[in-house]
C-alpha cells in the first residue's frame, strides 16, 4: 500500500507542477498580449495623425492652388490656422512616437529576462539528469563535471551567444562562423 501511496504522493506533485507551468505561461502570454496589443494601439495612431497631416498639406496646397488660379500670381497665401493644427499633430506623433520606441525597449528586454530564465531552467534540468546519472553510476565524476562545465558556460554566457544567433538570423555570419562562435563559448 505504501508504494501505491508514494505512487499517488508523485503523480500529484507533477500535476501540481504542469499545473503551476501552465499557469505561468497562461500569465506570461497574457502580459505579452496586453504589450503587444499597447503596441499596435500607439502605432494606429500615429497612423491616424499621418492621415490628419496629409489632409492638411492637402489643403495646404489646395489653398495656394485656388489663389494662384484667381489672383494669376503667386504670393503669400495664409495658411497659418492649418500650420497651427498641424504643428501639434507633429508634436503630438513625435510624443507617440517615443511611447512607441519606449514600449518596444520594454517588451524586448522583458523577452530577453524569459530567454535568460528559461536557460537557467534548462540548466537546471540539465544539473538534475547529470545529478542522477552520477548517483546512479551512470556517469563518472569527470564526466559529470565535464559536462556541467558545458551547460554552465551556455547560462554564463547567454547574452553572447544570444548575440551570435542573432547575428546569423540577420545575415551578419554564416551557420558556420555562429556554430563556431557558441562552441568556443561552451566548451
Not at 497562461?26 to 492621415?51: F, H, R
Not at 524586448?108 to 540539465?126: G, H, I, S, T, V
Amino acid at each position: 500500500m505504501a508504494l501505491f501511496d508514494k505512487a499517488l504522493k508523485t503523480a500529484k506533485n507533477i500535476g501540481n507542477s504542469v499545473a503551476n507551468t501552465a499557469v505561468n505561461a497562461g500569465s506570461t502570454a497574457g502580459v505579452a498580449v496586453q504589450e503587444q496589443t499597447e503596441l499596435a494601439g500607439l502605432k494606429m495612431q500615429v497612423n491616424v495623425i499621418e492621415e490628419e497631416l496629409n489632409a492638411a498639406y492637402a489643403q495646404i496646397g489646395r489653398k495656394y492652388v485656388e489663389y494662384v488660379i484667381e489672383t494669376q500670381e503667386i504670393p503669400q497665401v495664409d495658411v497659418s490656422d492649418i500650420l497651427r493644427m498641424a504643428e501639434s499633430k507633429l508634436e503630438k506623433r513625435k510624443e507617440l512616437e517615443e511611447q512607441i520606441i519606449e514600449l518596444e525597449k520594454r517588451i524586448k528586454q522583458k523577452n530577453l529576462l524569459r530567454e535568460k530564465e528559461q536557460a537557467e531552467e534548462e540548466f537546471r534540468n540539465e544539473k538534475q539528469k547529470l545529478d542522477r546519472a552520477l548517483s546512479m553510476d551512470v556517469l563518472s565524476k569527470d564526466d559529470y563535471n565535464k559536462k556541467i562545465a558545458i551547460a554552465q558556460k551556455k547560462v554564463d554566457n547567454f547574452e553572447e551567444i544570444r548575440r551570435a544567433e542573432q547575428q546569423f538570423d540577420m545575415g551578419i555570419i554564416t551557420r558556420e562562423e555562429k556554430e563556431a562562435k557558441i562552441k568556443s563559448l561552451t566548451e
